[in-house]
């Protein structure tokens, strides 16, 4: 169950539209949502639905052309950027780190900005190295070229988490990983979600990821909301064609009317459609 820390929600879309220049169709349209603090929301549509711009809105790396953002109440057309961005995490598949800083230094990169002392960042690289289930003797001095794809995305993840955002926007963070990776990525977030209360938005266009992580899932199409639900009434009560047609996928795993276990452990039951 998510943490309900505080009353305010972490995340409020109102009333968002954006389109790109010279973009025949709005990347996303009149999208109103409200995330409360500790959910974990996975965002999941096809390619080209919007799910990257919704999560670039979140933290000013794209301003809506209508609309308003509120991060933790706040309307962020108010908040200079890379304020904004301190208290943020983000994590994307290409992981953007740093290729001639090490593993530790890439990690330490907004703790320093932010002026913590030199022992409380090496303490803190070596707490989030040993998170992820990276060794910190062996992995702190190597630089991301000297790891696996899957070590760089962990390392990603680490540096998201460093200066303890209550807030993660995670874009297709475990995409271009073998399952079994994949899949112990999942676990850690899973853990991480429980033991933190943090408010979590994945991207992602795998519905069985989404369906094992989520508190609840958006789904987008062509920039339009069609779904923002639990996983299990989504199952149980799709909303639109697109839902359904997204849903196949997990036809053969989720059968209408078995229940079946996700990540959390809870029951998700899916009637006939
Ligand atoms: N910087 C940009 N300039 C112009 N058009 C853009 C830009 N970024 C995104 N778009 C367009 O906006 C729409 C939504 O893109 P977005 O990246 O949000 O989709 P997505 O759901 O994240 O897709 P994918 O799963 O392929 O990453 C697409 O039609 C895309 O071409």
């Known amino acids: 169950m998510p943490t309900q820390t505080d009353a305010t929600p972490a995340v409020e879309f109102l009333d968002v539209s954006k389109r790109f220049p010279g973009a025949a169709e709005a990347a996303l349209s009149h999208v109103s949502l409200s995330i409360a603090a ?6 999941l549509g096809t390619s080209g639905g919007g799910k990257t711009t919704l999560i670039k809105l979140i933290n000013r790396l794209h301003d809506p052309d209508e609309g308003v953002v509120r991060v933790d109440g706040r ?3 108010q908040v200079d950027p890379v304020e904004l961005r301190r ?6 598949q290409q992981t ?22 030199r022992a409380r960042i090496d303490a803190r690289v070596d707490e989030l190295l040993n998170l992820v289930h990276l060794e910190p003797g062996e992995f702190r001095d190597r630089y991301p070229k000297q790891l696996s794809g899957g070590q760089q995305q962990r390392v990603g993840l680490a540096r998201g988490l460093a200066a303890e955002p209550k807030l993660m926007l995670l874009d297709e963070p475990f995409g271009a990983l073998d399952a079994i990776t994949r899949t112990n990525l999942q676990d850690e977030l899973l853990a991480l979600h429980r033991d933190s209360g943090k408010t979590f938005v994945f991207v992602t266009h795998d519905i069985s990821e989404a369906l094992r992580l989520a508190t609840k899932i958006l789904v987008l199409d062509r920039g339009v909301v069609q779904q923002y639900a639990t996983p299990s009434e989504i199952l149980r009560h799709p909303a639109t064609p697109f839902v359904r047609e997204l849903l196949k996928a997990v036809e053969g795993t989720v059968r209408a009317g078995e229940a079946a276990v996700d990540g959390r452990g809870r029951s998700v039951e899916r009637s006939g459609m």
């Open 87 to 92: 208290g943020i995490g983000y994590v994307i």
């Open 96 to 117: 953007g780190l740093f290729p001639h800083m090490t593993v530790a230094q890439n990690i330490a990169c907004v703790p320093s900005i932010l002026g913590w002392d």
């Open 75 to 77: 309307d962020i057309s």
């Open 38 to 43: 500790g959910e974990l929301v996975c965002v």
